[in-house]
C-alpha cells in the first residue's frame, strides 16, 4: 500500500492560475490522439508513463485561458496557466427582477429502456437547445436530467435481493449561447458540477437558482459531460478512463463507460440535440442525427434526442 500512495504522490500535477496560484478546476488534459483526462476542483490530475506509456505530449485548456502544450517527460508538479484576457468576455451581472412571476417548467423525457440509452464516456459533452419563445425574462432555477441506473432487469434482480451495484460519478453542466443555431459563448464561468448514484432514480434535479442564469433572446444550450467517478466527498478519483484491447491492427484503447447511462428519446419532434469530441483539438460542435454521425445504435432506431427538463421563474416585462 505505501509504494502504491508514494507512485500517486509522485505522478500528481497541480494546474495552477499563473497570476493568482489558484487552481484552475477540471482543467482538461488531452492527449492529442482523441484521448484525455481532466483535472480535479483542486487543479490536480495524475499522469505517468506506467498509465499512458504512449503519450509524449499534454495539451492543457480552460475557459479563459491560454491553451499550453506540455511534453510528458519530466513532467513538472505545478503547471501555470496564464489568462487569456481576449476570451474572457465582460460578464453581465443581472439583479433578480422584481415583482410577480410564474413558475414554468419543460419536463424532462424520461423512460426505463437499458438498450435506449448512451453510454457515457468522458469523451463526449451533450447539449440540448431550448428556444425562447417571447421577450419575458427568465430565469433557470433547476435542471432536470434524465438518468438510468441499472438494466432492464432491475425489477427481477431486486425481487431476487440482489443489491444494486454502488457507483459515484462526477458531471458537469454549461450553459451557451445559441451561436448560429450551434452552442457558442458560456453564459457562467461557475463551475457546476454534482454527484450521480445508485441512489439517484430517472431524473437528477440540479438546483441552479444561485447562478442567475437568464435564457437570452435567442435560446439557451444546455449541456452535460462526465468527468468520471468520484469519492465518496464528490473528490474526482485518478481512475484509468481507457482500456487496452489487442487486436490484429495492434492495440487499441477502448474507453470506460460510466453509470448512470442517458435515456435517449424518439419523443420530441425536432431535432436539439448536439454533441462533441472533448479531446480533439478544435473539437466542433455537430446535430446528433445520421447525416453527422455514421455509426450509431440511436440514431438507428431513431433515437435523436436527449430530454433535458427545465424549470424557470417567468416575468412580466419589465
Same mark, same amino acid.
Given at each position: ?31 492529442? $490522439? ?144 445559441? $451561436? ?100 480533439? $483539438? ?37
Amino acid at each position: 500500500m505505501l509504494a502504491a500512495l508514494t507512485f500517486v504522490v509522485k505522478a500528481q500535477t497541480s494546474i495552477l492560475d499563473a497570476e493568482t496560484n489558484h487552481p484552475v478546476s477540471y482543467a482538461t488534459i488531452s492527449f492529442g $490522439n482523441g484521448n484525455g483526462i481532466f483535472a480535479d476542483d483542486a487543479g490536480k490530475f495524475i499522469f505517468s508513463k506506467k498509465l499512458y506509456r504512449d503519450i509524449d505530449t499534454l495539451y492543457i485548456s480552460s475557459l479563459g485561458f491560454k491553451d499550453l502544450k506540455i511534453a510528458t517527460e519530466n513532467l513538472p508538479k505545478t503547471i501555470h496557466l496564464k489568462s487569456e484576457v481576449d476570451m474572457l468576455q465582460e460578464v453581465i451581472v443581472k439583479t433578480k427582477p422584481k415583482g410577480k412571476f410564474k413558475i414554468e417548467k419543460v419536463k424532462p423525457t424520461i423512460h426505463e429502456d437499458y438498450y435506449k440509452c448512451w453510454l457515457p464516456t468522458i469523451e463526449s459533452e451533450i447539449a440540448v437547445f431550448f428556444p425562447n419563445e417571447n421577450a419575458k425574462t427568465k430565469r433557470l432555477t433547476t435542471v432536470y436530467l434524465p438518468i438510468k441506473v441499472e438494466a432492464k432487469a432491475w425489477r427481477k434482480r431486486k425481487q431476487a435481493k440482489t443489491k444494486k451495484k454502488s457507483f459515484s460519478t462526477l458531471f458537469r453542466v454549461n450553459f451557451y449561447e445559441n $451561436n448560429d443555431g450551434f452552442p457558442g459563448d458560456v453564459l457562467t464561468y461557475d463551475k457546476i458540477v454534482f454527484v450521480a448514484t445508485e441512489a439517484n432514480e430517472k431524473a437528477y434535479e440540479l438546483d441552479v437558482s444561485k447562478y442567475d442564469i437568464y435564457i437570452p433572446k435567442s435560446g439557451i444550450f444546455v449541456s452535460l459531460q462526465i468527468l468520471g467517478y468520484a469519492d465518496k466527498n464528490g473528490k474526482l478519483l485518478p481512475n484509468k478512463k481507457y482500456q487496452e484491447v489487442k487486436t490484429k491492427r495492434g492495440i487499441v484503447k477502448v474507453s470506460t463507460t460510466f453509470r448512470p447511462l442517458l435515456p435517449f428519446t424518439d419523443q420530441i419532434p425536432v431535432k436539439r440535440t448536439y454533441v462533441k469530441r472533448i479531446f480533439l $483539438n478544435g473539437n466542433k460542435w455537430v446535430l446528433y442525427d445520421k447525416k453527422n454521425i455514421q455509426r450509431s445504435n440511436l440514431l438507428q432506431a431513431g433515437l435523436n434526442n436527449y430530454g433535458i427538463g427545465l424549470k424557470m421563474e417567468v416575468y412580466k416585462n419589465n
